[in-house]
Nanobody, 118 residues
């Protein structure tokens, strides 16, 4: 069974930084492109960033230059380094494989809350 556990969220002031982690169960992790997603209260889930098994990355325009996605296949772990955080980054952040059906998919984990506020 695929399990993904997100952690690292919290309350941070605007301009601050956080690093999120996503630990995956099983050796399948290294073979899959992965993604970070987020959902703010009252809004649809959105794709934040993705990373292929080989390390190629892409980002939503709203986070380019501020967020960095990375992975450590030996540890079955993916990261999201978030710098220069803004109040509009406030959301629950989730990890999953890079999936095109993320808007309708309903098998998400618990996620980790990120709140950017002074």
């Amino acid at each position: 069974q695929v399990q993904l556990v997100e952690s690292g969220g919290g309350l941070v002031q605007p301009g601050g930084s956080l690093r999120l982690s996503c630990v995956a169960s099983g050796s399948w992790f290294s073979f899959y492109a992965m993604g970070w997603y987020r959902q703010a209260a009252g809004k649809q889930r959105e794709l934040v960033a993705t990373i292929t098994s080989g390390g190629s990355t892409r980002y939503a325009d709203s986070v380019k230059g501020r967020f960095t996605i990375s992975r450590d296949n030996a540890k079955n772990t993916m990261y999201l380094q978030m710098n220069s955080l803004k109040p509009e980054d406030t959301a629950v952040y989730y990890c999953n494989i890079d999936r095109s059906d993320y808007a309708s998919y309903n098998g998400w984990g618990r996620g980790t809350q990120v709140t950017v506020s002074s």
